[in-house]
């Protein structure tokens, strides 16, 4: 699943009458990386959820075709945040673990290893696994700390940011009606809790597109290295 479902407040005014999704870098929309990558390493199903200026987005991707992916689109009335969005789309996502990417991030993580992370969480009965990365300036404190493998939930000691690249159970969002607005965050606390959430660290590239100035320097990073960007 891709979410692409969020206002991009930051991103104003370019997001007033774009999608974030679409907005371009490297001479392609963002989302267009994520679907790129997803069918390099194999996947051919993906769910999409939108809000804001959804109908565009739905427009310009439209069933995945000339990706060799087949989207399943999860419109939101409104944003139901993270969790909520997700919950909204498991009808289309299957029972066992799925991947999720955040639509507003530019990362080189290869999408295949959500194949052997889900039997690792198979293996050690986890609800979640949450791809982290080095904390970025403008996140200097982090989220969640990591231990062999396990996601910590903790106050003191150095911390990781979370990279919006995770993969879930079904039952991670038992408690979550559809419709509801749920954020994210409060479920990966209480798996790291009880011991069911495990992590790892992503060391290669990453970038929270998140302001006009981000994007831009994503675009300028990714001008430079075309055609060989995102291989």
């Not at 996140?139 to 903790?154: C, E, K, M, Q, Y």
């Not at 000691?157 to 969002?173: A, E, K, N």
Request: aromatic residues 6%.
């Amino acid at each position: 699943m891709i979410l692409a479902a969020g206002r991009g407040e930051r991103m104003r005014p370019l997001t007033d009458r774009c999608p974030k999704p679409l907005l371009p870098a490297g001479g392609k929309p963002l989302i267009v990386w994520h679907l790129e990558r997803l069918a390099r390493a194999g996947f051919r199903e993906v769910a999409i959820n939108h809000a804001h200026l959804g109908a565009q987005l739905e427009a310009a991707l439209g069933d995945g075709a000339q990706w060799g992916l087949s989207i399943a689109w999860s419109p939101e009335g409104q944003a139901l945040e993270t969790a909520g969005g997700i919950a909204n789309a498991l009808p289309l996502l299957g029972q066992a673990p799925f991947l999720v990417i955040n639509g507003d991030v530019w990362c080189d993580f290869d999408p295949g290893r959500a194949r052997s992370i889900a039997l690792q969480m198979e293996a050690a009965a986890l609800d979640a696994w949450c791809v982290l990365v080095d904390n970025p300036p403008q996140h200097p404190h982090g989220d969640f700390a990591l231990d062999n493998g396990r996601l910590l939930d903790r106050a003191t000691g150095p911390r990781l940011t979370f990279s919006g690249i995770g993969v879930y159970r079904p039952s991670l969002f038992a408690g979550i009606g559809r419709g509801a607005r749920a954020p994210l965050a409060p479920l990966l606390r209480a798996a790291a809790a009880a011991g069911r959430a495990g992590a790892e660290l992503h060391t290669g590239r990453w970038i929270d597109v998140g302001t006009p100035q981000r994007l831009a320097q994503l675009d300028a990073q990714l001008a430079q290295e075309i055609p060989h960007a995102g291989q």
